[in-house]
């Protein structure tokens, strides 16, 4: 696949590494850079390493993003995704799959559901929550029924089903006016739904972004991590990198910057700008960190 060597991104010079706001955060990312062979870089998909598009399926990894992550990771203990969407979805937007670097990437799909790793290049799943299949016959026509299909949509999500509105005349408004039609159906069939940017997504209970990557953290034995996110469905992993603090693993929370969340921007420790604000911090902690790989 041609030249098996990945380097930072094409930009003008190394950029700067910014400085987290608060001490727990600068704890992190001092803990990341001071023992890397134990720190894990864990990153949500959407609006994180890939800008955020009016169709989901036309999502695509920043072009920057792999080489970005295939020059940091040789460095960590590991970096994993940790997303909603399907792995084998996850995998193939971001062209994870074959790239020199990334040979210990983990792609957490579903909220920890599904776990897809390069070594094996095979994704591991546990059984799918019947409750699914059920809401996903009954919600075009719930839908219909309620006046709510002007402007909105369902994205088929596997192990989920997700309602977005960002296609209609007020998208905000619509996302508020389903909100509680949509709970009730979701709770019908013992689901739950997560809120999004300007998305209902209805899945089973007991699977988040937090679970997962708490999860995965003490599988690795990880001493540091530090995870970006965008949206409302990363805060359960806030969350979880808050309560491992207490623990003693250090942590440090990125927020890829966006109006439409700033409930995550008031608890991240450091706001980049989008996608190209979090390529642009891996290519810093990778140039900071420099040398050859220290994996343990």
Request: net charge negative; with cysteine.
């Amino acid at each position: 696949m041609g030249d098996p060597t990945y380097s930072l991104p094409d930009l003008p010079e190394p950029p700067d590494l910014p400085e987290p706001v608060t001490p727990a955060g600068r704890d992190g990312l001092a803990a990341l850079l001071a023992r890397p062979e134990r720190a894990v870089v864990a990153l949500d998909f959407d609006g994180t390493l890939a800008p955020i598009v009016p169709d989901p399926e036309q999502a695509r990894a920043h072009p920057d993003a792999v080489p970005a992550l295939a020059a940091l990771a040789p460095r960590l203990r590991s970096v994993a995704v940790v997303t909603g969407r399907p792995a084998g979805v996850a995998v193939r937007y971001g062209g994870f799959a074959g790239v020199p670097g990334l040979e210990h990437l983990v792609v957490l799909g579903h909220y920890g559901a599904e776990s897809w790793d390069a070594v094996t290049g095979t994704v591991h799943a546990a059984e799918p929550h019947p409750g699914v299949a059920a809401v996903r016959a009954e919600l075009p026509g719930f839908l219909d029924s309620i006046g709510a299909w002007r402007g909105t949509w369902i994205e088929e999500k596997g192990r989920a089903v997700a309602v977005h509105t960002r296609r209609a005349e007020d998208p905000q408004a619509a996302f508020e006016a389903l909100r509680g039609p949509l709970a009730q159906l979701a709770n019908r069939h013992d689901l739950i739904v997560e809120p999004g940017r300007l998305v209902l997504e209805l899945r089973p209970p007991g699977m988040d972004k937090g679970v997962a990557l708490a999860e995965y953290l003490r599988e690795v034995g990880a001493e540091s991590v530090l995870y970006a996110g965008d949206d409302l469905g990363d805060l359960p992993a806030f969350g979880a990198v808050e309560k491992l603090r207490s623990d003693g693993v250090a942590g440090l929370l990125v927020c890829s910057g966006s109006a439409e969340v700033a409930e995550l921007a008031g608890r991240a420790d450091l706001v980049v700008e989008g996608p190209l604000g979090v390529v642009r911090l891996l290519s810093a902690i990778a140039a900071r960190l420099g040398g050859p790989a220290q994996r343990a």
